[in-house]
Antibody
Framework: QLQLQESGPGLVKPSETLSLTCTVS??????????WGWIRQPPGKGLEWIGS???????YYNPSLKSRVTISVDMSKNQFSLKLSSVTAADTAVYYC????????????WGQGALVAVSS | QSVLTQPPSASGTPGQRVTISCSGS????????VNWYQQLPGTAPKLLIY???QRPSGVPDRFSGSKSGTSASLAISGLQSEDEADYYC???????????FGTGTKVTVL
């Protein structure tokens, strides 16, 4: 059974870069034919898609965040990562890593989520 | 600010049927398929319905989805206490070039 697990610092200072890693178990990122992405949810609020990538390295991002987002893959570790630069308090959220069937399709499964707070 | 609008809340007694609407536009629901996610309290969202009306393995057939024009609906028949959760619709938006989620609906079992 495929499982995803987020990891990374739970606290980031304003203007710095948020970095999270998603470790995939029960399947290989490189051989799956799926996309891999990130979604976030501010406390008490709704869901926002951040971006996704294919194992080949091709990426597509939410235009509202594109200038600050980088998603990359480390196939040797079966992991993919999120970097979000120049963070503010508005970036405080639970960040979920997900598997995506195809661009614009559904997300399944989801990781359990990692809360990242932006504060000095 | 979400482009997919859902009622903030819905409720019913055990055994009742509850329907949640999701209103969009020609650039999202009108042009692309709709997916639904269930988020139980304190947990990550879970795929509930994909491609408008398909249930992933393990999802009870009490849950059903439909789409017409620029709107979609999720129906829960035979409501159970474990269905208390937040429900989100979602679709790709061709104008925004982004995957968009609905505003979310909290379902309460009375």
């Amino acid at each position: 059974q495929l499982q995803l697990q987020e990891s990374g610092p739970g606290l980031v200072k304003p203007s710095e870069t948020l970095s999270l890693t998603c470790t995939v178990s029960g399947g290989s990122i490189s051989s799956s034919g799926y996309y891999w992405g990130w979604i976030r949810q501010p406390p008490g609020k709704g869901l926002e898609w951040i971006g996704s990538m294919y194992s080949s390295g091709s990426t597509y991002y939410n235009p509202s965040l594109k200038s600050r987002v980088t998603i990359s893959v480390d196939m040797s570790k079966n992991q993919f990562s999120l970097k979000l630069s120049s963070v503010t308090a508005a970036d405080t959220a639970v960040y979920y890593c997900v598997r995506e069937k195809d661009p614009g399709d559904w997300f399944d499964p989801w990781g359990q989520g990692a809360l990242v707070a932006v504060s000095s | 600010q979400s482009v997919l609008t859902q009622p903030p809340s819905a409720s019913g007694t055990p055994g009742q049927r509850v329907t949640i609407s999701c209103s969009g536009s020609t650039s999202n629901i009108g042009s692309n398929t709709v997916n639904w996610y269930q988020q139980l309290p304190g947990t990550a969202p879970k795929l509930l319905i994909y491609s408008n009306n398909q249930r992933p393995s393990g999802v009870p057939d009490r849950f059903s989805g439909s789409k017409s024009g620029t709107s979609a609906s999720l129906a829960i028949s035979g409501l159970q206490s474990e269905d208390e959760a937040d429900y989100y619709c979602a679709s790709w938006d061709d104008s925004l070039n982004a995957y968009v989620f609905g505003t979310g609906t909290k379902v309460t079992v009375l």
